[in-house]
Nanobody
Framework: QVQPVESGGGLAQVGGSLRLSCTPS????????VGWSRQAPLRTREFVAG????????DYADSVKGRFTISKDNAENTVYLQMNSLKYGDTATYYC????????????????WGQGTQVTVSS
């Protein structure tokens, strides 16, 4: 799979918001699901959110449920991760990837992750 491209990261304050974008690098999304993961220094990659592109169903890690929202804009061919009520623990590099199987609930469900976009939450 061709790696998607993430953008939108940056510095945010605790309690603030950021919106990350994921595009499939000059083509349409070709898989059945898309998702986001994150990895902080010295930590393993963590599933954040996933979405079925056919049904629109979503799944979230408990740590972000109620604060993050994954969505897709078909006209823009972009998947977003809206992050609200940010916490220090959300600081990480965020990645997106497609899932050929259509499963979207854990890191192992996804193919090649993009290069990532850094999110830093500070006071």
């Amino acid at each position: 799979q061709v790696q998607p491209v993430e953008s939108g990261g940056g510095l945010a304050q605790v309690g603030g918001s950021l919106r990350l974008s994921c595009t499939p690098s000059g083509r349409a999304f070709s898989s059945n699901a898309v998702g986001w993961s994150r990895q902080a220094p010295l930590r393993t990659r963590e599933f954040v959110a996933g979405m079925s592109l056919s049904t629109g169903a979503t799944d979230y890690a408990d740590s972000v449920k109620g604060r993050f929202t994954i969505s897709k804009d078909n006209a823009e061919n972009t998947v977003y991760l809206q992050m609200n009520s940010l916490k220090y623990g959300d600081t990480a590099t965020y990645y997106c990837a497609e899932s050929a199987s259509g499963h979207y609930n854990e890191v192992a469900d996804f193919g090649s992750w993009g290069q990532g976009t850094q999110v830093t939450v500070s006071s």
